[in-house]
C-alpha cells in the first residue's frame, strides 16, 4: 500500500516569514510529487509540481525533493494571510503496471498569522 | 472555458437509493479519477481511467461503479451498498496518467 505522510498540523506562521511544509512517501517507484493547495469547502488546487531531486522554484514557491530520502517539502517566502489553507502533498509512480493515480497526504493545515 | 465540470454542487441521498454523480471535461484529457473525501481527511481514490471504455478500481471501489463511454465524461455512481456515502467528491483529469491533475469543484453528498 502506498503511503504519503504529512504533519496534520496547524502549522502557524507569522505574516511574511517562510513557511516550510514537509512530506514523506513510501513507494520508492514514485517518479511525480506535487502540491495542492485547498481552502476550507473547496476542491484542490495545483500550486507546484515536481520530478527530479533538487528544487524548483515558481514565485514565493520552491518544491524539493530528495528521492534518496523519500521526502518532499514545500517553501513558502514572505506568507500571506491568503495562503492560509490546507496543503496536500501527491505522489505518483509506476507500480509495474503503469501509473495509478496520484496518492495524497492527509494534508497540513497552515495558518499564516497577521 | 476549459475545465471539469462536476453537477450536483450538492446531492442528498435517501438510504437504500443509487445516485449519480457527473463529471465532464474539455480539456482534451485521458486519465479521469474519481476521490472521496471525509472531514480531516486527504483524498483517496474510488475509481480511475486512463483510456475511453477501461477503468481501474482505486482503494475504496466496493459500493461505486463508473463508466467511461466517452473521454469527456466518467460518471460514478453510489450505490445503496456504500454504507457510509456521506463525503466531498471530487473529479479530476489529467493528461496521462501520473501527471499533473486538475479538479473540478467537487460534490457534496449527504445521506438523508
Known amino acids: 500500500q502506498k503511503e504519503v505522510e504529512q504533519n496534520s498540523g496547524p502549522l502557524s506562521v507569522p505574516e511574511g516569514a517562510i513557511a516550510s511544509l514537509n512530506c514523506t512517501y513510501s513507494?520508492?517507484?514514485?517518479?511525480?510529487f506535487f502540491w495542492y493547495r485547498q481552502y476550507s469547502g473547496k476542491s484542490p488546487e495545483l500550486i507546484m509540481s515536481?520530478?527530479?531531486?533538487g528544487d524548483k522554484e515558481d514565485g514565493r514557491f520552491t518544491a524539493q525533493l530528495n528521492k534518496a530520502s523519500q521526502y518532499v517539502s514545500l517553501l513558502i517566502r514572505d506568507s500571506q494571510p491568503s495562503d492560509s489553507a490546507t496543503y496536500l502533498c501527491?505522489?505518483?509512480?509506476?507500480?509495474?503496471?503503469?501509473?495509478?493515480?496520484?496518492?495524497f497526504g492527509k494534508g497540513t493545515h497552515l495558518i499564516i498569522q497577521p | 472555458d476549459g475545465g471539469i465540470t462536476q453537477s450536483p454542487k450538492y446531492l442528498f441521498r435517501k438510504e437504500g437509493q443509487n445516485v449519480t454523480l457527473s463529471c465532464e471535461q474539455n480539456?482534451?484529457?485521458?486519465?479521469m479519477y474519481w476521490y472521496r473525501q471525509d472531514p480531516g481527511q486527504g483524498l483517496r481514490l474510488i475509481y480511475y481511467?486512463?483510456?475511453?471504455?477501461?477503468?481501474q478500481k482505486g482503494d475504496i471501489a466496493e459500493g461505486y461503479s463508473v463508466s467511461r463511454e466517452k473521454k469527456e465524461s466518467f460518471p460514478l455512481t453510489v450505490t445503496s451498498a456504500q454504507k457510509n456515502p456521506t463525503a466531498f467528491y471530487l473529479c479530476?483529469?489529467?493528461?496521462?496518467?501520473?501527471?499533473?491533475?486538475?479538479f473540478g469543484q467537487g460534490t457534496r453528498l449527504t445521506v438523508v
Open positions: 481511467s486512463q483510456i475511453v471504455n477501461d477503468f
Open positions: 501527491a505522489a505518483s509512480g509506476d507500480s509495474g503496471g503503469g501509473a495509478d493515480g496520484l496518492t
Open positions: 480539456l482534451n484529457h485521458d486519465a
Open positions: 513507494d520508492r517507484g514514485s517518479q511525480s
Open positions: 479530476a483529469s489529467s493528461i496521462a496518467d501520473g501527471t499533473e491533475a486538475f
Open positions: 515536481i520530478y527530479s531531486n
